[in-house]
């Protein structure tokens, strides 16, 4: 070959070689940002997701419904308080009451040994 076919050859190399490497270089850099833009999209979707939630919120903060739901749900909570203490007192009252009468019925029964006479019937149940 002749010395213009050789500096053709060696320039076109050249030139190939130039171009392989700016294409494996721009591959590489475009595998990057599509991992970056993946990344990015799953960030604006747990946003979107989030502000979604805090709409719902506010929504259901705002909406007639929800203000009645909130209101509903504090006066049947503080109704349960209520009851609850109401049937504690209850509880109580009846406990007093049994120990009293548990309390009647031993003294019953210490007068009755010491006089002979044997339980009425009332007596007989407040004991049980």
């Known amino acids: 070959m002749n010395i213009a076919e050789w500096i053709l050859v ?3 190399s050249v030139t190939l070689f130039i171009f ?3 294409g494996i270089v721009l591959l590489v850099k475009l595998i990057r940002l ?3 833009a993946e990344r990015i999209v799953l960030t604006g979707q747990g946003i979107a997701a989030k502000a979604d939630d805090i709409v719902d919120n506010v929504k259901g903060m705002t909406s007639v419904g929800g203000i009645v739901k909130t209101f ?3 006066v049947v ?3 349960e308080r209520r ?3 109401e049937d504690a007192a209850e509880a109580a009252e009846e406990e007093a009451i049994a ?7 031993k003294t019953g029964k210490a007068r009755r040994r010491s006089t002979g006479k044997t339980e009425t019937g009332a ?3 407040a004991k049980k």
Request: proline residues 0%.
């Open 83 to 85: 009851y609850a203490a």
């Open 99 to 105: 120990q009293a009468a548990i309390a009647e019925a």
């Open 77 to 79: 909570e503080k109704q």
């Open 20 to 22: 392989l490497v700016t």
């Open 34 to 36: 599509a991992k970056e």
């Open 123 to 125: 007596k007989k149940v």
């Open 72 to 74: 509903a749900n504090r």
């Open 10 to 12: 060696i320039m076109l």
